[in-house]
C-alpha cells in the first residue's frame, strides 16, 4: 500500500485502510528523501534542513479538517508541487477513531502526552507511539535548529472565535515570539495562553524537545471530506512557507489584530455530580459578567470573578479528574522575544 502513497499521493487513503503497514522509503526527483515511517507518519528530508516542523492531525478522529490538510499537503509535497526547506513530519494520528466517526474509542488521547504509559487502552498506544517519533525526528536536526509543533484540531462546539491558537505553558525560556507572529499570519481569531502544565500533544514538544508548538482550533468538526477546506487559506500559506522557507523570515506582531486570551481558571471535574451553571451549547470565549454561575458539584459553586470571565472548551461529560473546562481573559502581549503578558484588558459586556 505505501505504493499508493508513493505513486498517487494517497497518505489519507492508506493511513485509515487497515492494511498492515511496511515501512518504506523512496527519493523523490527533487531529491527530497521520503520515508512512511509508521502507520499516519510520513516524513520528507531534504538535504541541508534548517528547521524542523512536525504538523499533526487526527489525535481526535472526528476533527476531519486538519486531517483533511494535511493530507492536501502531504500531496503537494509527494508531487514535487512544494519543495520543503525543512525535515517535515506529516501526522495522522488516530485512524481508528477516524474510521469510527468519533472523537476517541476510549480516552481522550490528548491527555496522554505527559510520559509513557501503561497499553491499557489504544489511545495509550498510539501517545507512545507518537512521542517516539517526535523524539526521533527532533532528532533528525541540529541542535541548533528550529523545532516547530503545530497540532491541528477542530472545535466540537460553536465559538466566538472560529480560529483561535492554544499556546501550551512549558517550564522552557523559550523565545517564542515568532509562534505568536506565524499564528497572527495564519489568520488565526484568537491565542490562548495556558497557565499550567497540560498533556497535550503540543505542550509534549514544547516541554520536552523546546519546540514552537501551538495547539490550532480550526473551525467546528464535520463529516470527512464535507469540510470547506477554503475557509483555512491563510493557515495553509503559513504552513507551506513554514516548510519551504530555509530562512525564517522576520515580521512583527500587530497589536489589536488578534485577541488574545490568558488563562485565569481551571474547573476540574471531580465526581459525578458535576454540572455546568449555563447551557451545553455555549459557544467558546462566552463571556460571563461577576458572579454568574458557572458550576456547581457536591455543594461547592464556582462563580466568575469581579471582573467577570470567559469560558473555553467547557464540557461537562468529561471523565472524572480532567478538566471540564477554562475560564479566561483578554490580555495584551509583547512578542519581543519570550511571549509575556503586559496587562489584563477590559472585556466588553
Known amino acids: 500500500m505505501t505504493a499508493e502513497i508513493r505513486e498517487n499521493g494517497a497518505f489519507l487513503k492508506v493511513t485509515i485502510s487497515g492494511i498492515p503497514f511496511e515501512k518504506s522509503t523512496w527519493i523523490l526527483s527533487n531529491g527530497v528523501e521520503v520515508c512512511h515511517q509508521d502507520v499516519g507518519i510520513l516524513?520528507?528530508?531534504?538535504?541541508?534542513?534548517?528547521?524542523?516542523?512536525?504538523?499533526?492531525?487526527?489525535?481526535?478522529?472526528?476533527?476531519?479538517?486538519?486531517?483533511?490538510?494535511?493530507?492536501?499537503?502531504?500531496v503537494a509535497m509527494l508531487k514535487g508541487d512544494i519543495t520543503p526547506e525543512a525535515n517535515v513530519m506529516l501526522v495522522i494520528g488516530h485512524p481508528d477513531a477516524i474510521n469510527a466517526h468519533t472523537r476517541f474509542l476510549t480516552e481522550n488521547m490528548?491527555?496522554?502526552?505527559?510520559?509513557?504509559?501503561?497499553?491499557?487502552?489504544?489511545?495509550?498506544?498510539i501517545a507512545n507511539r507518537l512521542q517516539?517519533?517526535?523524539?526521533?525526528?527532533f532528532c533528525l536536526g541540529s541542535t541548533s535548529g528550529e523545532k516547530w509543533h503545530l497540532d491541528l484540531h477542530s472545535a466540537i462546539r460553536g465559538s466566538k472565535h472560529y480560529m483561535f491558537g492554544v499556546l501550551p505553558h512549558t517550564t522552557k525560556p523559550q523565545q517564542n515570539g515568532p509562534l505568536a507572529v506565524f499564528l497572527q499570519?495564519?489568520?488565526?481569531?484568537?491565542?490562548?495562553?495556558?497557565?499550567?502544565?497540560?498533556?497535550?500533544?503540543?505542550?509534549?514538544?514544547?516541554?520536552?524537545?523546546?519546540?514552537?508548538?501551538?495547539?490550532?482550533?480550526?473551525?467546528?468538526?464535520?463529516?470527512?471530506?464535507?469540510n470547506d477546506l477554503s475557509e483555512f487559506e491563510f493557515l495553509e500559506k503559513a504552513l507551506i512557507s513554514l516548510m519551504t522557507e530555509g530562512d525564517a523570515k522576520t515580521a512583527d506582531w500587530i497589536e489589536g489584530k488578534t485577541?488574545?486570551?490568558?488563562?485565569?481558571?481551571?474547573i476540574y471535574k471531580t465526581s459525578d455530580n458535576f454540572k455546568l451553571g449555563f447551557p451545553g451549547s455555549a459557544e467558546n470565549f462566552t463571556r460571563f459578567p461577576s458572579g454568574s454561575l458557572l458550576a456547581e458539584e457536591d455543594g461547592k459553586t464556582y462563580v466568575a470573578d469581579e471582573d467577570g470571565e470567559s469560558v473555553v472548551f467547557p464540557n461537562a461529560n468529561v471523565a472524572i479528574g480532567q478538566r471540564a473546562c477554562l475560564l479566561v481573559k483578554p490580555v495584551s502581549i509583547s512578542t519581543e522575544g519570550k511571549i509575556t503578558v503586559q496587562r489584563i484588558l477590559p472585556e466588553a459586556h
Not at 517516539?132 to 525526528?137: D, H, L
Not at 485577541?259 to 481551571?266: E, G, M
Open 259 to 266: 485577541a488574545v486570551y490568558q488563562v485565569s481558571r481551571t
Open 110 to 125: 490528548n491527555r496522554l502526552f505527559k510520559q509513557e504509559n501503561d497499553t491499557a487502552n489504544i489511545e495509550r498506544v
Open 185 to 226: 499570519q495564519s489568520a488565526m481569531d484568537a491565542l490562548m495562553i495556558s497557565d499550567a502544565p497540560s498533556g497535550t500533544f503540543s505542550w509534549y514538544s514544547a516541554e520536552h524537545h523546546d519546540a514552537l508548538a501551538a495547539t490550532l482550533e480550526m473551525g467546528r468538526v464535520a463529516p470527512l471530506y464535507q
Open 43 to 74: 516524513v520528507f528530508k531534504p538535504q541541508n534542513a534548517k528547521r524542523n516542523v512536525v504538523i499533526s492531525s487526527g489525535i481526535h478522529g472526528d476533527e476531519t479538517a486538519p486531517i483533511e490538510l494535511v493530507d492536501r499537503l502531504a
Open 132 to 137: 517516539k517519533a517526535v523524539t526521533k525526528f
